[in-house]
């Protein structure tokens, strides 16, 4: 598979913003449960909504790119029954929605008290507003992951694993660069963001390699003779003439594209989960917000490249053919 740059930003900038959105709530959350100190909310959550906000809209901008008639993208929402990137065209804006609405609510201090219960425990709208977002945001990651373990013949993308990676990494991403920001605007959230960050980028290592392991050891229902049309139990490969060379280059740079995938393979594993969980560590005990921004530009430039290789190890078997013809 040869991966549109275009599709990796928006996976990857929809998922910080996402994060990110999670993260805010996450804090208010504990805050009305009265687990952490409220926050100021046009210093905290309406700056943190516009950010968020910011990665939202820069996602979406990244896909129109890829596509052929950018002026007919409307239609892609008309198959909602039964397309999944038709349901993430109707979510992504959803989730922009509520995310806007948000961070208004909090910058224009039109909150107000729901209700409050026995123990003195306040339940405000923007919490609502809050909740109903954050549900849009696990639809959306499930729309997007959703788009790829649909495809059952890509066997490397058609598994659960697909969905929650898709979700511990934009999650991760969102909370790391939450603890970046909260320390501008929240010291006092810094450890709670960093320690929830380093847990679930911990949680995204374990479910990523078990895809990288499952996907390793997967046998393909596809082979030569399918692709091409043949019953035969086996088939020779014979090289004559000039063809040889020809066989014989399709061979050297299919193990130079082996080699390439598994270094960028390494690249992402280090970058998306033992670097960042040693900066933000550091950052954290230092209160040091370059070191803590720095785990964020590691991870996310980490998750382009891990992105990149979630597309391109796919094997599709219509390259089974070409590459026997």
């Known amino acids: 598979m040869h991966p549109a740059f275009s599709v990796i930003f928006l996976t990857t900038l929809i998922g910080v ?5 999670l993260a805010l709530f996450t804090g208010q959350s504990y805050a009305a449960a009265q687990f ?41 929402a008309t198959k909602w029954r039964t397309s999944w990137l038709s349901r993430e ?10 995310v806007f609405a948000y961070g208004v609510m909090h910058y224009m201090n039109w909150d107000m008290v729901i209700f409050v219960t026995s123990t003195g425990v306040k339940f405000n709208l923007s919490l609502l507003v809050g909740a109903i977002g954050s549900a849009t945001v696990f639809i959306l ?39 970046a920001f909260s320390l501008y605007t929240a010291p006092e959230l810094v450890d709670f963001f960093g320690v929830w960050a380093i847990i679930i980028t ?3 290592f374990i479910t990523r390699s078990a895809s990288l392991i499952r996907n390793a050891r997967i046998k393909y229902k596809s082979s030569i ?9 086996q088939i020779v490969q014979k090289a004559q003439g000039a063809m040889g060379g020809s066989y014989n280059t399709r061979e050297y740079f299919h193990g130079k594209t082996a080699m390439f995938l598994k270094s960028i393979k390494w690249v992402f594993m280090i970058l998306v989960f033992p670097v960042p969980i040693i900066l933000l560590s550091a950052g954290m005990d230092d209160g040091n917000g370059s070191v803590l921004l720095a785990a964020f530009l590691v991870q996310y430039t980490g998750l382009l490249a891990e992105r990149w290789y979630f597309f391109a190890q796919s094997n599709h078997p219509q390259n089974i053919y070409y590459q026997t013809v």
């Open 17 to 21: 913003g996402q994060g990110l959105f």
């Open 36 to 76: 952490l100190p409220a926050q100021n909310g046009t210093g905290f959550f309406a700056m943190g909504s516009l950010i968020a906000l910011l990665f939202l809209i820069g996602g979406l901008i990244s896909s129109i790119f890829h596509l052929g008639h950018p002026e007919r993208a409307w239609r892609a």
């Open 89 to 98: 065209v109707i979510a992504l804006p959803l989730v922009m929605l509520f």
């Open 141 to 179: 990651f499930l729309c997007t992951a959703m788009i790829y373990a649909a495809i059952k013949f890509l066997q490397e993308w058609s598994s659960p694993l697909t969905i929650v990676n898709y979700l511990l990494l934009g999650t991760a991403s969102g909370f790391t660069l939450a603890t």
């Open 202 to 204: 911990v949680m995204a």
């Open 225 to 233: 003779q399918t692709a091409i049309g043949v019953r035969h139990n």
